[in-house]
């Protein structure tokens, strides 16, 4: 079951709670009924699950990877991405961590990852057609098996006066920077907690005072410097995700897709069997159109000397 709150009742749950019934006065008669929420349900089968990750995913990546937040540079195999600013930096940084989360749990979908969802679907394809599926089977499997990797990093933190040597998977810390990237310091308790817990697994023990203190530290090495010099791999992970969604689906494009003739052509989409939801629908159309053409970044392969540290 989804819950959906109406619009007017965006109140409810503030300034001691009791929403609109709050504010309001009483009815002429004395009595005011208390507002509900609408209730809609939705029941996904798997192929409208899919859809519905394969839509969302590629919203995800198309927000990361475009010529707004950066530029290519150079010819394969030697390209690399610079972002336009370092706030395009951390406004990708922000989304990556979204897109390396789970969803919420009151979704219309089972709580996964993203790249989770991309496996099982990679796994278990319902539009696979002469294993076009390959591509984004191995760019989803290569891009977690790198997150995965643990790398060891020395780091200089002045504010508390400590050198260490911290051990933690890429994973790990681009979602640490990402939390940094988007809460202040009273909001990234947590993560000083995880630098307290990752310095004194690398022999550093500091108070939890001394983590805080330390988060922007912490933000300058692996934000500005690392990811920095990981942003052109990332990115190319990415692109690589959205290339093999595109390549997956083809053979669903053709096979759904009736044009109408006209000046422009129309066209309509046959959904396949599975796709009964009016907001599985909107998803397939939605996906459907978008693969219609190429994505707008071409495919391009990072120089090794963007791939041998960290």
């Not at 400590?162 to 940094?180: E, H, V, Y």
């Not at 006209?262 to 009016?278: A, C, D, L, V």
């Amino acid at each position: 079951m989804v819950t959906f709150i109406s619009h007017c009742q965006h109140t409810t749950g503030v300034c001691r709670g009791g929403g609109l019934n709050h504010y309001q006065a009483l009815a002429g008669d004395g009595l005011q009924p208390r507002l509900k929420p609408s209730v809609m349900p939705i029941r996904l089968s798997d192929i409208e699950e899919e859809v519905v990750f394969l839509k969302a995913i590629k919203e995800i990546i198309d927000s990361m990877v475009n010529f707004a937040m950066l530029t290519l540079h150079g010819s394969d195999p030697e390209s690399m991405i610079l972002f336009e600013t370092s706030m395009h930096q951390r406004f990708f940084n922000i989304v990556l961590v979204d897109f390396l989360s789970r969803t919420d749990k009151k979704a219309p979908v089972k709580q996964s990852s993203y790249l989770g969802a991309l496996r099982a679907i990679s796994a278990h394809p319902r539009f696979d057609v002469d294993n076009s599926v390959a591509a984004l089977r191995d760019a989803t499997c290569a891009f977690v098996n790198w997150l995965e990797q643990e790398v060891s990093v020395d780091v200089w933190l002045p504010s508390i006066d400590t050198q260490a040597s911290i051990q933690i998977s890429r994973l790990n810390f681009l979602k640490m920077c990402g939390d940094i990237s988007k809460h202040n310091v009273l909001r990234s308790v947590g993560v000083a907690e995880e630098l307290q817990q990752n310095l004194a697994a690398g022999g550093a023990s500091v108070e939890l005072e001394d983590a805080m203190l330390a988060l922007g530290d912490f933000y300058e090495r692996f934000h500005t410097d690392i990811l920095n010099y990981h942003s052109s791999t990332i990115a190319e992970f990415l692109n690589n995700i959205r290339w093999g969604i595109y390549d997956y689906l083809q053979p669903e494009l053709r096979r759904s897709i009736v044009w109408e003739g006209g000046n422009p052509r129309k066209y309509h989409y046959t959904f396949p069997i599975g796709i009964e939801s009016n907001f599985a629908k909107q998803c397939y159309w939605d996906l459907m159109n978008e693969v219609l053409q190429p994505p707008y970044v071409r495919r391009f392969q990072v120089t090794k000397w963007l791939k041998l540290r960290y």
